[in-house]
């Protein structure tokens, strides 16, 4: 394929496919490892990208008309955690003129959204409340239909459409026709009584049965709804939020236990450093002050982030409310970052809004406050930038310092929550000896699951082969046996 088409490829999609072992696994198994049609579903897909010039996409190429119009976004989580993708039917009206420029808009999100959080699967929602026959335009679903069934592999979970008119049936049953097999069992149709078994509540809109008070306005670009948590001095100031006096007196409580808790974990950390000497051997380029051992690493520009992707937390029968963040610099200057959280009435961070010196390491305590529960819809987001020598490091500074630094020069990086059930959760997490556990990831899950079912309806098909030819050889057998015997009852009449 390279050979006779490589004029037709993007050179960026080609290097990334020759280095991400992880994007050419997500092609096999959308392929049903099936080599020759994971190969033909690159060549379209890479065909694809460089027509739409998918790597150049952003919002600058695109009319601002098409954000401020509200019928595709990206907000909130399901059930089990993943993104939602919004498509508000009602917003989006037939136009020949337009139609080229309205998908580059599903591609822009599409391709925002794989690289901000590694391709992660998303869940697409069909909102048809208020929608009709003017409404319908095959050639734009078929479209999106395309993005996921030949374009972004393993990309989709499920496609919830709540309240699909009745006029709209017919034309559904052609879509259909374009999911396939695999893609129809994503199909979830909903109406306002049974939607939350997919999403919930605080997710939905009130026109879905929901609570979410989410109104869409551009700019800036929807993002998830991250918001700075509470830390030690009550809610940083920075960005104009004024703090209660029950909020800071609620804060102060904890402080106490919070440090205690930071001090038992520098012992614990020490306890581990004494015990393991084979870590204090690991050299690295930068020889971070309070070195420790991480589960998985994020390797940004400006910071290396342990963990990667996950924050473990126990259940409420496991009762583990604290997980630690571990922030090394590792830049030739003062790294000014903060945390924020899109629950930030569940969350206290410590450190929140904070710099890091040049070659060290700081650590972040994230608890649960109160009586609530981590859940798989909860997000941090951790953003840093580099800081010059003369900028100062006090909370006015860092104040300044975050409303004049472009968004250009800003690193982010985002992380999800998952919920351990065992007593002992494997995670960066203050309990003793976590630091040993393995991580296992709802994405492996589910990939092993995605495996597993792979391997089941191959195994399904041999077995209805193997049944039609013995249907086969059955039929064949009996009609050998019939002619036989009329040949034999023939011969006997001739006789006769």
Not at 58 to 69: A, R
Not at 130 to 156: A, K
């Amino acid at each position: 394929y390279l050979l006779d088409k490589s004029d037709k490829y993007d050179s960026r999609d080609v290097e990334r496919l020759q280095q991400d072992d992880k994007w050419v696994e997500n092609y096999l198994i959308w392929r049903h490892d099936v080599v020759d049609d994971t190969l033909k579903m690159i060549d379209e897909s890479f065909q694809w990208r460089r027509e739409y010039t998918v790597n150049d996409l952003t919002e600058s190429v695109l009319p601002k008309w098409l954000f401020e119009n509200g019928s595709l976004f990206l907000h909130g989580y399901d059930k089990e955690g993943y993104k939602l993708f919004w498509f508000r039917v009602k917003h989006h009206t037939r136009d020949p003129k337009q139609q080229l420029e309205k998908k580059k808009l599903v591609a822009f999100w599409l391709e925002h959204y794989a690289k901000r959080d590694h391709g992660k699967p998303l869940t697409v929602v069909f909102d048809m409340a208020e929608t009709g026959i003017s409404h319908i335009d095959l050639d734009f679903v078929r479209f999106i239909v395309n993005c996921f069934t030949d374009y972004y592999p393993n990309f989709l979970t499920k496609i919830v459409i709540f309240e699909m008119p009745w006029i709209m049936n017919a034309a559904f049953k052609i879509v259909k026709g374009w999911l396939g097999p695999d893609a129809i069992s994503m199909l979830k149709f909903t109406n306002k009584s049974d939607v939350q078994e997919y999403i919930s509540g605080e997710y939905l809109p009130p026109h879905m049965g929901g609570t979410d008070s989410f109104k869409y306005s551009y700019p800036p670009l929807v993002d998830d709804d991250f918001q700075t948590p509470l830390c030690e001095n009550g809610p940083i100031t920075s960005e104009d939020e004024h703090e209660s006096k029950e909020e800071i007196d609620a804060d102060t409580k904890e402080t106490g236990e919070l440090n205690e808790a930071q001090n038992l974990n520098q012992r614990k950390m020490n306890s581990v450093e004494q015990i393991s000497k084979s870590e204090e051997t690991d050299k690295t380029e930068i020889k971070p002050k309070n070195a420790k051992k991480a589960l998985t690493t994020f390797k940004g520009p400006l910071l290396h982030i342990s963990p990667a992707e996950e924050l473990y937390f126990g259940s409420k029968e496991t009762g583990e409310k604290k997980c630690l963040i571990v922030l090394t610099n590792v830049t030739k200057n003062i790294v000014a970052f903060k945390v924020r959280t899109t629950a930030p009435e569940k969350y206290r961070v410590k450190p929140s809004n904070s710099s890091c010196e040049p070659g060290t390491s700081l650590d972040i305590i994230v608890s649960l406050h109160g009586g609530f529960a981590a859940s798989l819809q909860d997000r941090f987001l951790i953003m840093a930038a580099e800081m010059d020598q003369s900028s100062g490091a006090a909370v006015p500074e860092l104040t300044q310092f975050w409303k004049e630094v472009p968004r250009t020069k800003v690193m982010e990086h985002r992380l999800r929550c998952h919920v351990v059930e065992s007593s002992k959760p494997s995670s960066l997490t203050l309990k003793e000896n976590a630091f040993n556990i393995p991580a296992k990831t709802n994405e492996d899950l589910h990939i092993q699951l995605t495996r597993l079912l792979q391997i089941n309806k191959r195994l399904q098909e041999q077995v209805d082969r193997c049944l039609w030819f013995q249907q086969l050889s059955v039929v064949l057998s009996l009609l050998s046996v019939t002619v036989v015997a009329f040949c034999f009852y023939l011969a006997y009449t001739q006789r006769s």
